[in-house]
T-cell receptor, first 112, second 112 residues
Framework: SQQGEEDPQALSIQEGENATMNCSYK?????LQWYRQNSGRGLVHLIL?????REKHSGRLRVTLDTSKKSSSLLITASRAADTASYFC????????????FGTGTRLQVTL | KAGVTQTPRYLIKTRGQQVTLSCSPI?????VSWYQQTPGQGLQFLFE???????NKGNFPGRFSGRQFSNSRSEMNVSTLELGDSALYLC???????????FGSGTRLTVV
């Protein structure tokens, strides 16, 4: 069963706006990663944040992690139509870095 | 460099048959993981192979099996197919099975 729950399930915004999606998980983790998936194809790794980090940036992406609340958020600034995709958080527990547990995903639609 | 290659891209099988899916990881990557993605259960971890040994296993029945060859290429096999096995099967590789997994485009299996 999935560990992570993401909300919203779907998000529709206009180009240029910011998109925020949230992920909650249930057990202690080593790291949390975010992936993007375009239309039923493979996953693309976006960013990894370690359990001892609180915030991380990569280009237009900003990820926060609150281990006390077991939650993370992904912010995409100045969204583009090409950002249209499903976004998943994935966690790994101590000692099982290769066994990722994925969230339910947020479907982002960016319109012109 | 070449990415993770999965073959075939699409497959239609009849209930009760068996199927073998193939994954060629990025050159130099020794860890290969397999995931099943369905609308109902989302992304679920199947197993991980590292240097020809199964290192982690998810909660799937014994009908799902895999192996890894000395060149790191991996195959997964599903025997006695059921309708519920219809899914997108994703393979991911990483240098040491730690972080930074690269996913293939997947094999979409339809069981009729």
């Amino acid at each position: 069963s999935q560990q992570g729950e993401e909300d919203p399930q779907a998000l529709s915004i206009q180009e240029g706006e910011n998109a925020t999606m949230n992920c909650s998980y249930k057990t202690s983790i080593n790291n949390l990663q975010w992936y993007r998936q375009n239309s039923g194809r493979g996953l693309v790794h976006l960013i990894l944040i370690r359990s001892n980090e609180r915030e991380k940036h990569s280009g237009r992406l900003r990820v926060t992690l609150d281990t006390s609340k077991k939650s993370s958020s992904l912010l995409i600034t100045a969204s583009r139509a090409a950002d249209t995709a499903s976004y998943f958080c994935a966690t790994d527990a101590s000692g099982t870095a290769s066994k990722l547990t994925f969230g339910t995903g947020t479907r982002l639609q960016v319109t012109l | 460099k070449a990415g993770v290659t999965q073959t075939p891209r699409y497959l239609i099988k009849t209930r009760g048959q068996q199927v073998t899916l193939s994954c060629s990881p990025i050159s130099g990557h020794r860890s290969v993981s397999w995931y099943q993605q369905t609308p109902g259960q989302g992304l679920q971890f199947l197993f991980e192979y590292f240097s020809e040994t199964q290192r982690n296993k998810g909660n799937f029945p014994g009908r799902f099996s895999g192996r890894q060859f000395s060149n790191s290429r991996s195959e997964m096999n599903v025997s006695t197919l059921e309708l519920g096995d219809s899914a997108l099967y994703l393979c991911a590789s990483s240098p040491e099975g730690v972080y930074g997994y690269t996913f293939g485009s997947g094999t979409r299996l339809t069981v009729v």
